[in-house]
């Protein structure tokens, strides 16, 4: 049984940082790509970013680009999500996305508040 399991999500002031991360566990033979996406309360799921099996390649959202960061331990089985300079629309349940043994996952998600 493969599981994807977030953690670090919480509440922060505008301007302040958070790191999200994602573990993996179970029968893994394989992990290729590892991402991140988030849905706002009322809104579709939405593309944040991702990294490749090596760590060598990352794709962001234009809109996130300058401010989050991600990197992944392979040894850990583990992605991260460093995000800086969070605004109140980065409020969000952040969800992240695996493809592990040839399938897609996906993990329960952690919610990110943003707010004063």
């Known amino acids: 049984q493969v599981q994807l399991v977030e953690s670090g999500g919480g509440l922060v002031q505008p301007g302040g940082s958070l790191r999200l991360s994602c573990a993996a566990s179970?029968?893994?033979?394989?992990?290729?790509?590892m991402g991140w996406f988030r849905q706002p309360a009322g809104k579709e799921r939405e593309f944040v970013g991702d990294i490749n099996w090596s760590g060598s390649s990352t794709n962001y959202a234009d809109s996130m680009k300058s401010r989050f960061t991600i990197s992944r331990d392979n040894a850990k089985k583990t992605v991260y999500l460093q995000m800086n300079s969070l605004k109140p629309e980065d409020t969000a349940v952040y969800y992240c996305n695996s493809r592990i043994n040839g399938r897609g996952y996906w993990g329960q998600g952690t919610q990110v508040t943003v707010s004063s």
């Open positions: 179970g029968t893994i033979l394989s992990i290729g790509t």
